[in-house]
């Protein structure tokens, strides 16, 4: 057996996490030199799971990361496993009087003369991928959308040898919703802006049933798309319902004879050297563990920093998992008016869970906890190392797309559901995805790569044709912190340039969720 090893965050902490895979057994002795020194587990400790280092009283504050992340219902002896069932939850954090651009970091030393080979689009933005997309305006057309696609992918794309791709963009929208209620733009500018992603060279396919209440010109109206970069001048978009299509062959044959044109100029193009502030990455974290905040989002965190220092853009989002360090963003905003953009968003969406009723507590999964997360509070204090430390520079509302002068570390306003803030990241203008994982999911996006990071060696050992990065490495002591984010860091510009990521070998990807806090009717 290796020697027992516990971890600590901080050094006034009074809890610590064990490292071990497959925990402690009760009886093991923490060694000299190591944190909790002397001490002699009570019980059994499953791997990420807390350890008192101390005594604490009932009521007394159980601290992790320098700060309370619960307190105790009853007196927890030395060398107890620290467990939800011996805790309560703090109560959120009030949103007023919260610290605005109180800590404004120094501006990093800028990182240059990194590239990657991109596809550059006529508005300047990079692509990652070559991809042809097929927006639908409804989910009616799904099942015809992807038996087109199929048959492109069969018979077109070996013709065209420098696409990528063929992606239908399904969802579950489109008719059958109040489509004129408050909240009801979002599911919409969503869609709209996923159509016009970096990954996608400004084609526009639009596939349409006829009598859905998103019809395409609302979908794209008219200044919404670059018709120029596609050689069109009105939207064209293929209708199930014209009177021209006779049975379900000629629904086939149109959305095939169509995708040809996009496909020729798609195929015309090719990878350039472009400057790393290209990049335009989104960071996530899902089946997150009690690890996660120590090797794999720190080791994010630490990617952040190099590509905010190469000019580019880092997305973090999911609002209940950074809401109980909502102190830490506000006081890290670039200015007052940022800072206040970050509780605009944060308590638009605590009205939203009010509305459910609800609060930010129904997010902590049962894996999350069997991972060692007892709470909501100890997973947003191990979610938002993965910002880095730089200055927030904007705020992005959920389903708007980033603006070009929108650069450096940006908070985009998202729900926590893996699938939905991937959906709302690729909006944003997203050509590159960052995804850790403790307990691990074969999560992928068939619109852009994600490099998947595995919080634990045992979990990278297991799926170890499924995880692109071991940052359980970091806890093993064989690598730092710093060392994995310039892994990552040069990993990235690999991916971008075309390397394949496993999600991408095994062609696994997740529909697209689209966030709709609008009723259906």
């Not at 990420?48 to 990361?65: F, T």
């Not at 044709?465 to 970091?474: E, P, S, Y």
Request: hydrophobic letters at 45%; one cysteine or more.
């Amino acid at each position: 057996m290796t020697a027992p090893l516990l971890l600590r965050m901080h050094p006034e902490d009074n809890v610590a996490i064990v490292a071990n895979e497959g925990g402690l057994p009760a009886g093991t002795v923490i060694e000299a030199g190591c944190v909790g020194a002397g001490l002699i587990l009570r019980e059994k400790v499953p791997q990420g799971h807390k350890v008192s280092l101390q005594p604490i009283e009932a009521g007394q504050a159980v601290r992790r990361y320098q700060v309370p992340i619960a307190y105790a219902l009853q007196q927890i002896e030395p060398g107890r496993w620290v467990h939800e069932c011996l805790l309560r939850m703090p109560a959120a954090c009030s949103l007023e009087g919260l610290p605005l651009a109180s800590a404004i970091r120094p501006a990093l030393e800028p990182l240059q003369g990194h590239t990657f080979e991109g596809y550059v689009n006529a508005d300047g933005s990079v692509g990652t991928r070559n991809l042809l997309a097929i927006t639908t305006t409804v989910q009616c057309v799904a099942g015809v959308v992807d038996i087109a696609a199929d048959r492109i992918r069969r018979e077109l794309l070996p013709l065209y040898p420098q696409v990528d791709g063929v992606v239908a963009l399904e969802h579950s929208y489109g008719c059958g919703v109040a489509i004129d209620a408050p909240g009801a733009e979002i599911p919409i500018r969503t869609l709209r802006h996923i159509s016009l992603n970096p990954n996608f060279g400004g084609e526009v396919m639009v596939v349409s049933l006829g009598c859905e209440k998103l019809q395409p010109e609302r979908l794209l109206p008219a200044g919404s798309i670059p018709m120029v970069a596609a050689g069109q001048t009105t939207l064209h978009a293929v209708c199930l319902q014209d009177a021209h299509h006779i049975g379900f062959a000629s629904m086939i044959d149109d959305i095939v004879l169509s995708a040809r044109p996009h496909l020729e100029r798609l195929n015309a193009r090719r990878r350039q050297t472009v400057p790393a502030s290209a990049l335009v990455v989104g960071v996530q974290c899902g089946g997150s563990d009690a690890l996660s905040g120590v090797t794999a989002n720190p080791a994010v965190g630490a990617l952040a920093d190099l590509l905010v220092r190469a000019g580019a853009t880092v997305m973090f989002s999911e609002n209940t998992e950074v809401r109980d360090a909502v102190d830490q963003l506000t006081a890290r905003a670039a200015s007052p008016e940022v800072a206040q953009a970050i509780v605009r968003e944060l308590a638009w969406y605590d009205q939203y869970l009010h509305r459910g009723q609800v609060d930010r507590s129904a997010n902590t999964t049962p894996g999350n906890k069997a991972g060692g997360l007892s709470n909501i509070v100890e997973k947003a204090m191990g979610s938002i190392v993965k910002s880095g430390s730089a200055a927030i520079s904007h705020v992005l509302p959920p389903g708007e797309k980033l603006r070009p002068d929108q650069r450096g570390l940006v908070f985009a306003a998202t729900p926590a559901s893996d699938f939905i803030c991937g959906t709302l990241q690729l909006a944003a203008g997203m050509n590159l995805h960052v995804f850790t994982t403790g307990r691990g999911t074969p999560y992928g996006l068939q619109a852009c790569p994600v490099v998947k990071v595995a919080t634990r060696t045992d979990l990278a050992r297991r799926w170890h044709d499924l995880m692109d990065v071991n940052a359980g490495r970091i806890a093993d002591g064989q690598i730092s912190v710093e060392q994995a984010g310039r892994e990552l860091f040069d990993l990235l510009l690999e991916v971008a340039s075309g390397k394949r990521t496993w999600a991408e070998h095994w062609k696994l990807h997740n529909a697209l969720v689209l966030f709709n806090p609008a009723p259906i009717t």
